[in-house]
Each structure stands twice: as C-alpha cells, then as structure tokens.
C-alpha cells in the first residue's frame, strides 16, 4: 500500500492507522541487492527516523572494512509502503547510509551517490530535474539448477512455454510453445505469463509504482517486461528496487523464478534496460527545441556526447556482470555501436519519436541492462550526460540508417561498446574523471568497485574452465 508519508509524524500516523507489526529498513549494497532489517513496531519511534538506527556495515558487500563498520540507517519517509508479501503487517522504508561521526553520506552507499548527482546537476544550474524511465526486461522460469565445483560446473533453466519442450511428456503436451525470437506480444494461451504479470503490475501500482503497462517479450522461455513511468533519479531507482522485489516474490508464489540476468538463454535475445532520460528547469524541457533535429536542443546533443564519449566506463555501472557481454554482442540486435539517432534501434543512443511534444523530448540509452544497480547506473549516465554539456561534447552527425546493415568500410568508422567486462573496468580506471565532479563519486569508491569486480567476477570467471570448453578441446 502506498502511505504518502512526507514526514516522520506521518510514519507514525500510518503506524497506527495501518496496525502495523513491524518496521523494516532497507538499503542496496554496491552489485545492486536489496538487504533489509527489522523491527517490532512497539520499539520504533519517531526519533529513530531523525537520529538514525545503527548497524554494522562491515557484512555489506562493498562497504567498510570491520575496525571501521558502524553506520547509521537514515529512513526516507518518502518511501514508506505496506509490504504485500509479509505475513505480518509491515512498514517498509529505504534508507540512505550515513557515518556517524561526520554525519556526512557513506562514501559507498549507492542511493547516496545518486543523491549527490541530483544535488550536482542542480548546484551546476542546468536543470532542476533529471527523469529517468527504465524499461527493465526480466525471465520467469519453471525451474532452476545450478552448480559448481573443483570438478563440474554447471547449469539449466526450464520454462513451460520454451520451444525446447516441444517433445516434453507434459502429460499433455498442448503445444503453445514460443519459437526462438517470436515471444513479442502474443496472445495467450501463447503467452503463458498475462496474469502472472498482471498480478505483479497491480501489486506495483498498490505500493506506488506507476505501471503503464506490461506484455511478453521477444525470447522464448518466459520473457517479460512491466513499464513503469518516468520519475526523478532517486525515485526511479527506488521504483525500479521496488519492481524487483515484486517481480521476484510474485514468481515464487506461484511455484516460478524470476531473474533479471541479462543473457540467461543462448541463441535468443538477451535483457536489456533501455533507459530514457531528460532534463527539466523552471517547468520547461532542456531537451526540446523545435528547430533542433528531431525536435532536440543544443543541450540535448551535448548530453548525447557526453554519453557517447564515457559510454565505455559508464557501462562498467550499467552492464556491470560478465553475462552483460554475452548480451552486448556485434551483430545481433544489441546496441553496441555508439551513434545516436531518430528511431534507430540499432544505435547506443536512440531518439524517440512516439510523440511530437516538446515535453516528451528525450534520449534512450539502450546499453544498460537489468543486473545493474540503479543508484549507481543512473548517476553514471548523468554525470556522463553533464560533462558533455559543460564541455560541449559533439555527438557528430546522427546516423540513420540501419547500423547491420552499413557497408565494412563505413561500419569501420563507428565505435562500438567494451567487448567484455574486463574491458570496461579498464575504461572506468582510464575514464572516471567526470564521475569525481562535485565529489558525486570518489576516489576510493571507484577503487573499492574496481577491487569487488575484478576479486569477486572477473578472476573467478577467468580461472574456471567453462563447460564449452570440453565440447571444444577434450579430445586434442
């Protein structure tokens, strides 16, 4: 349930009128997963809002070292919602993490960091709002197993309405499986997911996301996507913290499991999350001008080149795993040519033309996916998109026409994304200046990122041998 909470007597109103249980608090560590404590109501007051509820950050992965680990959970009232998923009547608020000494933002905490980058855009004077909308693509499978070890890795997914079941004893077998890329908005009995994604749509909308619509994706095996509505930065991370968390506890209700990995499936599309953005001030898109191309203003093209120019180190936030890659593949129907153009999907930076209105002027980056941690995917975009402004990066001339489809000679010109998580560390060592304006990002935390990635996947990913690799050399 949405409470509509905006000060902390307003908690305490709610408290009451909704004979709440329990309270609990929620922050996102670094990769991006929700970790939560909580409380008896009875023990919660309103000084705990103001003041702060300590805890020990030294188990959050990203966070502070042991000798250095008390923190302190600050609630935003503005977050507040009934959990639908609680057997007991819970309060939910996310939190930002602060020190308790300075009093300032943990350095680390991601919704910190994106609470910096509103504040710098804003003390910049370029805007007073930058809008985001993520359209985050996700599976929901039957089945799940996975394992490894010194001597086996290995995995496999299932899905009722996958075409690899087509021989499956079912018992019966009605058939209605979805053919490899055919999964675009078909029809039930086709579709095998409609109520399941309505039921999440309509618990979304009762804690407050604005759900536009939902519908099958492009991949066999149960492929969806729920679009939200454009927010503020801050809000549409925690919107899109909210979506998952519905989206992962409605599937398991129903016996299912849901994953927003971006490349789970070989040979059929991947998930990607398609992020829209723009730039308010004084009531009034800084993104429209209708003499502009395509609608757009000078500001607007800047931003473009501002993506475009940082897109390597931004995509170590917004493709951030290993399987990011797998997605982000030449060829195929990826984004990874960093041009920008009207309408073109092929394009790391697509304009679109749904509508002529100045305040629908917007740019979508089709990069990012959904394993990323919007907090910090976000804040890199915006950051990237202010530099570009602020120096007036050219995004060259859009390109229009179908990217696959240009000549070796003409192709040769354009860029194209990191080929490999690797490579985008590497960029994001090279290329971070731009994130330390205005102290959005740090030092020490691109450093302690750049550490998590390459200890925690890169070199575990490397070391292993990879089950393909048996199919390819076991018999040389």
């Known amino acids: 349930m949405q409470l509509g909470c905006k000060s902390p007597s307003d908690v305490a109103k709610a408290m009451k009128d909704n004979e709440v249980e329990m309270i609990d608090l929620r922050i996102t560590d670094v990769p991006g997963l929700w970790h939560h404590i909580s409380y008896p109501a009875a023990v919660f007051k309103e000084d705990n ?41 819970t309060l939910v608020m996310i939190c930002d993490v602060k020190d308790p000494y300075s009093g300032e933002f943990y350095s680390r905490d991601p919704r910190g960091i994106a609470l910096k980058a509103e504040a710098f855009m804003r003390n910049s004077g370029t805007g007073d709002n930058a809008y985001f909308g993520a359209e985050a693509e996700f599976f929901v499978f039957d089945d799940v197993k996975m394992g490894q070890g010194l ?30 890329k055919a999964g675009y908005f078909p029809c039930p009995p086709l579709d095998s997911l409609n109520d399941i994604r309505a039921e999440m749509s309509l618990l979304m909308r009762q804690i407050g996301l604005e759900v536009e619509c939902h519908h099958h994706e492009v991949a066999t095996g149960g492929q969806c996507e729920i679009d939200m509505r454009f927010d503020t930065l801050i809000r549409h991370a925690d919107s899109l913290m909210m ?50 191309y395509a609608g757009l203003s000078q500001l607007c093209r800047w931003y473009i080149g501002g993506l475009l120019k940082h897109a390597g180190s931004i995509l170590a936030f917004a493709a951030p795993t290993t399987n990011s890659y797998r997605r982000l593949v030449p060829g195929y129907e990826a984004p990874v040519n960093l041009a920008w153009s009207l309408r073109n999907r092929s394009a790391a930076c697509r304009i679109p033309a749904y509508s002529n209105s100045p305040k629908a002027k917007r740019i979508e980056f089709r990069c990012p996916d959904p394993s990323c941690n919007p907090y910090l995917a976000f804040s890199a975009q915006l950051m990237a998109g202010l530099d570009g402004i602020r120096n007036r990066i050219d995004p060259g001339d859009p390109v229009d026409k179908n990217i696959y489809d240009l000549p070796p000679e003409e192709l040769a010109h354009i860029p194209t994304v990191p080929g490999q998580l690797s490579d985008a560390i590497r960029c994001l060592e090279e290329d ?17 990122y750049i550490d998590l990635k390459r200890t925690t996947e890169l070199d575990p990913i490397r070391l292993r041998p990879h089950p393909y690799e048996f199919v390819l050399y076991y018999e040389l």
């Open 49 to 89: 809002i103001v003041e702060g509820m300590g805890f020990d950050g030294s188990s959050i992965r990203g966070f502070k070292a042991i000798n250095e680990s008390d923190m302190l959970l600050m609630p935003d009232v503005k977050t507040a919602f009934i959990d639908p998923f609680a057997r007991y009547k």
């Open 151 to 180: 001597n086996y890795a290995t995995y496999e997914v299932d899905s009722v309405e996958g075409h690899w079941n087509s021989l499956s004893d079912e018992m019966p077998n009605l058939g209605h499986k979805i053919g490899p």
């Open 243 to 292: 979506y998952k968390y519905v989206v992962r506890n409605v599937a398991k209700q129903h016996g299912k499991t849901a994953t927003f990995m971006p490349k789970p499936l070989y040979g059929d599309n991947g998930s990607g999350m398609h992020t829209h953005q723009s730039i308010w001030k004084d009531g009034n898109p800084e993104f429209a001008d209708e003499a502009g």
């Open 432 to 448: 971070h200046a731009y994130l330390l304006e205005g102290e959005v990002f740090t030092t020490d935390f691109i450093e302690s």
